[in-house]
């Protein structure tokens, strides 16, 4: 069983719906980061979580350290969003999940 | 916002030679660098973390002796592939932290080895 998983691992949607994407993991952490990766490569990094929840324009990101678990929300999606989103637990090292390639259609 | 420039963004080479990747944080001090490689339609995997002035801390199964990283300067850090063989093409990409910021990554580097 992977340390970090992520689900689901493909989502497609249409221009406008509320997306969620889930990450769980099993290793302790200092933060949990939400990555997106463009078709490009390039990576930004959208979140860095220890607890609660945060906000950033249309994206959102709640975690629970209880149970070890976090979500990633886009609002209102759009096509631009289409990339990859990696969550990554961070401790002494960093371990990610698999990835959830998002496709956003108009 | 902070920077990280990673060059080369693309390079080839022939096998048997190597190839030094750099990682430049822009406007912050990088306490620590991670360098990670990712192979086609995988996620990322953690190679190293290098801090500051130390030698770096290699992930299991990721030869210290192939993989060469230097980390002399709080905004810049190297990784030094050594005898290139074509398994070793990959993309590879850096981020940077100083202290418990949020990291930042570079745009990645994407290494063919013919």
């Known amino acids: 069983k992977n340390e970090v998983e992520q689900s689901p691992q493909n989502l497609t949607a249409q221009e406008g719906e509320f997306i969620t994407i889930n990450c769980s993991y099993s290793?302790?952490?200092?933060?949990l980061h939400w990555l997106q990766q463009h078709p490009g490569g390039g990576i930004v990094s959208l979140f860095m979580?220890?607890?609660g929840k945060k906000k950033h324009g249309r994206l959102i990101a709640t975690i629970n350290i209880q149970e070890k678990h976090s979500s990633l929300h886009i609002t209102a999606s759009h096509p631009r969003d289409s990339a990859v989103y990696i969550c990554?637990?961070?401790?002494?090292?960093?371990?990610f999940g698999a990835g959830t390639r998002l496709t956003v259609k108009p | 916002g902070a920077v990280v420039s990673q060059h080369p963004s693309r390079v080839i080479c022939k096998s048997g030679t190597s190839v030094k990747i750099e990682c430049r944080s822009l406007?912050?001090?990088?306490?620590?660098m991670f360098w990670y490689r990712q192979f086609p339609k995988q996620s990322l995997m953690l190679m190293a973390t290098?801090?500051?002035?130390?030698?770096?801390?290699?992930e299991q199964g990721v030869e210290k002796d192939k993989f060469l990283i230097n980390h002399a300067s709080l905004t810049l850090s190297t990784l030094t592939v050594t005898s290139a063989h074509p398994e070793d093409s990959s993309f590879y990409i850096c981020?940077?932290?100083?202290?418990?910021?949020?990291?930042?990554f570079g745009n990645g580097t994407r290494l063919t080895v013919t």
């Open positions: 981020s940077a932290r100083s202290g418990n910021s949020p990291l930042h």
């Open positions: 290793v302790g952490i200092s933060a």
């Open positions: 979580l220890s607890s």
């Open positions: 990554a637990a961070l401790n002494n090292d960093m371990r």
């Open positions: 406007d912050f001090q990088a306490t620590t």
């Open positions: 290098s801090n500051e002035g130390s030698k770096a801390t290699y």
